[in-house]
């Protein structure tokens, strides 16, 4: 398996456990939404679906679009290589961040 699939899979995994805690947070403070659980799951599903998308379209034709990335130059494949990282990258720190308040007892923001 690719390595961006791995990560992509990974990534999924990651927004999974980030909307898990934060239901759990908003349960146990009794702030659960149905409407924001709902528009999560949505949020999550469809960055992984136009990642997926923008991924297969780079393995198409990975030199097909060239893009100037803070003067650096890369390709299609990279650039979702690079957004796979940060995504992946973002949501784990979140997750980190939950799963320490909640070990520790703490609020989670």
Do not use: C, Q
Not at 33 to 44: E, S, Y
Not at 56 to 82: F, K, Q, S
Not at 90 to 98: A, H, S, W
């Amino acid at each position: 398996m690719p390595e961006a699939l791995r990560i992509g899979a990974g990534l999924l995994l990651v927004i999974a456990a980030n909307i898990i805690l934060g239901s759990l947070d908003a349960i146990l403070n009794g702030a659960y939404n149905a409407t924001i659980f709902v528009r999560g799951i949505l949020k999550g599903g469809i960055v992984i679906l136009s990642l997926l998308a923008v991924y297969l379209a780079g393995r198409l034709n990975p030199d097909l679009l060239v893009i100037d990335a803070g003067g650096e130059t890369v390709n299609l494949m990279t650039g979702v290589y690079l957004l796979l990282v940060a995504a992946y990258a973002n949501y784990g720190i979140d997750v980190l961040k939950k799963l320490k308040d909640i070990l520790l007892g703490g609020k989670t923001p």
